[in-house]
């Protein structure tokens, strides 16, 4: 595999910041954490990202040093509530209206796709909150990387 240039830019700011781009950057326009004076990145004729140093420069510049601080977040809490509160109200008021109107032969089934169909939205809540909560942990459990 060839070896690439490795172009880098530093930007100095008079109040004494200073910070390494890529030239993945080239032409940003950002301002100065500390003073909050514009700066920008000069244009470089080619850019190509650098993903480690670019990754560290938006964390940098996000304030997101944390990685797990860096991900979305939805509370499935509540919406698992609803879905079990509806899931029940659904069958306790489905289940015997099915058993009065539909035939004896019938009754079975259409309760139990009644019930099926009432507790699948819990279901999939349930399984996207778990896989939420694993992702959160294998994140906390990751090192993070420090230039």
């Not at 850019?47 to 510049?61: G, Q, S, T, Y």
């Not at 997101?64 to 306790?92: E, G, N, W, Y």
């Not at 809540?125 to 990387?145: D, F, M, N, S, T």
Request: one cysteine or more.
């Amino acid at each position: 595999m060839a070896s690439r240039p490795d172009i880098k830019c530093k930007v100095e700011c008079p109040c004494g910041w200073t910070d390494v781009f890529s030239k993945a950057y080239s032409g940003l326009q950002l301002e100065c954490p500390r003073c909050g004076k514009r700066h920008m990145i000069p244009v470089f004729s080619a850019p190509n990202a650098d993903d480690e140093i670019d990754m560290a420069v938006m964390h940098k510049l996000l304030g997101t040093q944390d990685k797990s601080s860096a991900t979305l977040r939805v509370t499935f809490k509540p919406l698992f509530v609803a879905a079990v509160i509806t899931a029940a109200t659904v069958t306790v008021a489905g289940v015997p209206l099915v058993a009065m109107f539909a035939d004896e032969e019938k009754t079975l089934v259409l309760a139990a796709t009644l019930v099926g169909g009432a507790f699948a939205w819990p279901l999939g809540i349930l399984v996207a909150w778990i896989g939420q909560k694993r992702h959160v942990k294998q994140l906390r459990e990751q090192p993070v990387q420090q230039q």
